[in-house]
């Protein structure tokens, strides 16, 4: 098993920043590609940013230039950095593991989500 604890959400402005960050125990971290999902209201959860063991990383379309996913193996710590913030990324955001890479569905563990608002 593999338990992820997401932090860091919050309310920002348009334009703004937030870093969220997924702590993960358990299973060794090492092993696992990490991914960052949201689900925005009355949507289904979409695929956001992954990130191979090794440090390769795949974005959606919509985030690229805008946030950077990371981690930190020595913490066993991902972090989803976003940058810009628009309204329509308003949405609970998921920290998922997984061992496939890159993956963007079907992660075999998931966090319980962090809300993160952006006004306009």
């Known amino acids: 098993q593999v338990q992820l604890v997401e932090s860091g959400g919050g309310l920002v402005q348009a334009g703004g920043s937030l870093r969220l960050s997924c702590a993960a125990s358990?299973?060794?971290?090492?092993?696992?590609?990490m991914a960052w999902f949201r689900r925005a209201p009355g949507k289904e959860r979409e695929f956001v940013a992954a990130?191979?063991?090794?440090?390769?990383?795949y974005y959606v379309n919509s985030v690229k230039g805008r946030f950077t996913i990371s981690r930190d193996n020595a913490k066993n710590t991902v972090y989803l950095q976003m940058n810009s913030l628009k309204p329509e990324d308003t949405a609970v955001y998921y920290c998922?593991?997984?061992?496939?890479?890159?993956?963007?569905?079907?992660?075999?563990?998931w966090g319980q989500g962090t809300h993160v608002t952006v006004s306009s």
């Open positions: 358990g299973r060794t971290f090492n092993d696992y590609a």
């Open positions: 998922a593991a997984d061992k496939r890479f890159p993956a963007t569905r079907a992660y075999d563990y």
């Open positions: 990130i191979s063991r090794y440090g390769s990383t």
